[in-house]
């Protein structure tokens, strides 16, 4: 079922000259020449010129009623009969263009929503917001969402306007916020959100599920909070951009969010953080970070146990990527800086990064240059290779001696050269002929100081008791300078005994 949203419908006027006072949510006719008792208590109410609607508290008398939130503007008495009415009981309220709503809240909150319930915002309109959150309170299915769409020109043009301008809903630096909270599957389309001073974000979704964001807008903010903030929600968000959010674009504390051609801007206000996730799991595919604008912190930031995805994400040159705390899974980036094949991983321990210039003779196209940072030593070393299936796997069969090598070298002298624990391989192998038990292996040779001399690092004679894969991982144990670095063929070589 469609319904509207149009600031400037109204049902009719109230009687008399009313005052507004700002901070009271007591609007009063000084005149005796009122009409309010035609209103009832949830009806919506507003300054002819104002540019917020209020929802109606109370009915005192004729000449008295109360709203909510409290009146957010400068106090002002409006002129004669014109002070506006949106009476929720009139027949068909809010379902045709005609009969359009006057508030947001009244499709979220007011009033029971179903699966297949599609809000359309007139284009073009500013919607102050101020005083008051915006929660939702029902959830769609898993075969059909709630929606709220914005107008534009092309898809959505019930009024006619041919405005491709998002609607605003704008909160005016007050301490208040959109909330989706445990509801599930509401779609959000082509909605400019601005300006809340609520810490935990301009648009709150926590612990929601299925929720999609369409070309929407988020920020413009003057208090420094975030422009999103998730906290253990599945979204996605597909076209969406941030700009001056003064705080971090997206801030992201467990849950699951996946950003398909996202723009992520500090804007020319600033802002302090692009992507911040803790704990969570983000994917960024497509799209921008700080292309334009720098953040001040962090272009991302990961820490707890989180993880970031980026596939084919412009970045700014020398961009701020860091991962924070030593159990965070780190940052992995394919088609690094939008470039096909340029691969680029961050860790707490320092970065991975693919390259080709000077591969090894007999080896692989490309190579890892492993590069530690002063998190790394002996404790804490760089890892080359998924936690669970290494860089590279090798299909054995059981019963037959193998000996497995990969070849690593410096690209320049350290200063100190690295020992058998400072670079090493292991490999992991299947070591029992009735179970998945696996042993692992660790190199023992040390590679050589002379730059670009390739030492192989073995595994040494294993025999797999099963037929199944043998798993590598590199290993750089030490920090010396930032320019030190251990490169790694990928291409692992094995020897049958």
């Known amino acids: 079922m469609a319904y509207y ?14 005052t507004w006072t700002n901070g009271s949510a007591s609007v009063t006719e000084a005149a005796s020449d009122g009409d309010a008792t035609k209103m009832a208590v949830g009806d919506y109410v507003r300054m002819s010129d104002g540019t917020q609607w209020y929802k109606v508290a109370s009915v005192v008398n004729d000449d008295s009623f109360t709203i909510t939130p409290v009146f957010q503007q400068a106090t002002h008495t409006d002129d004669a009969n014109v002070s506006m009415w949106s009476d929720i009981s009139e027949a068909n309220y809010g379902t045709t263009t005609l009969l359009a709503a006057a508030h947001i809240n009244w499709y979220t909150t007011d009033t029971a929503r179903s699966a297949g319930h ?5 284009a073009n309109q500013t919607h102050v917001v101020a005083g008051i959150d915006i929660p939702f309170d029902e959830s769609g299915s898993i075969d059909s969402y709630i929606s709220i769409i914005g107008c534009d020109s092309v898809t959505n043009d019930p009024w006619g306007d041919a405005s491709d301008v998002k609607p605003i809903f704008n909160f005016s630096n007050t301490l208040f916020e959109f909330i989706l909270n ?23 979704v926590q612990t929601s599920a299925g929720i999609q964001f369409v070309d929407c807008n988020f920020g413009e903010n003057t208090t420094a909070v975030p422009a999103l903030g ?15 959010s003064i705080a971090h674009s997206v801030y992201q504390v467990g849950g699951n969010i996946t950003l398909i051609d996202c723009t992520l801007d500090a804007g020319a206000s600033g802002s302090t953080y692009g992507l911040y996730n803790n704990n969570g799991v983000t994917r960024m595919i497509g799209g921008s970070i700080a292309v334009t604008n720098s953040f001040s912190t962090d272009d991302i930031q990961v820490l707890g146990s989180g993880i970031c995805y980026l596939r084919n994400v412009d970045l700014r040159a020398s961009p701020d990527i860091t991962v924070a705390v030593a159990y965070a899974d780190g940052i992995f980036c394919e088609d690094y800086d939008a470039t096909f094949e340029s691969q680029m991983t961050y860790f707490y321990e320092g970065t991975i990064t693919r390259a080709t210039a000077s591969p090894r003779a007999g080896g692989a196209d490309s190579y890892a240059v492993m590069l530690s940072n002063a998190n790394c030593g002996l404790l804490s070393p760089l890892i080359l290779g998924n936690k669970m299936r290494g860089f590279a796997a090798i299909w054995a069969t059981k019963d037959v ?12 002298a350290w200063d100190s050269a690295l020992g058998a624990t400072e670079t090493y391989a292991r490999f992991s192998y299947l070591s029992n002929a009735a179970t998945a038990a696996r042993t692992e292996v660790q190199s023992t040779e040390t590679i050589s100081n002379v730059a670009e001399t390739w030492t192989a690092l073995t595994s040494g004679n294993i025999t797999p008791l099963q037929t199944g894969w043998v798993y590598v991982w590199a290993y750089l144990a030490e920090f010396e300078d930032a320019t030190e670095e251990v490169w790694v063929d990928i291409k692992p070589v094995v020897t049958t005994v």
Not at 7 to 13: A, P, S, Y
Not at 118 to 122: A, D
Not at 401 to 412: G, L, M, R
Request: glycine share 8%; hydrophobic share 45%.
């Open 401 to 412: 001696e193998i000996n497995v090598a990969i070849y690593a070298c410096v690209k320049t």
């Open 182 to 204: 445990g509801d599930k599957f509401w779609w959000i389309e082509k909605l400019d959100f601005r300006n809340s001073a609520d810490t935990a974000g301009l648009f709150y």
């Open 230 to 244: 998730i906290s253990g929600a599945i979204i996605t968000l597909d076209g969406c951009a941030f700009s001056n």
């Open 118 to 122: 599609i809000l359309y915002v007139r």
């Open 5 to 18: 949203l149009d600031f400037n419908r109204h049902t009719g006027h109230l009687a008399g000259t009313w």
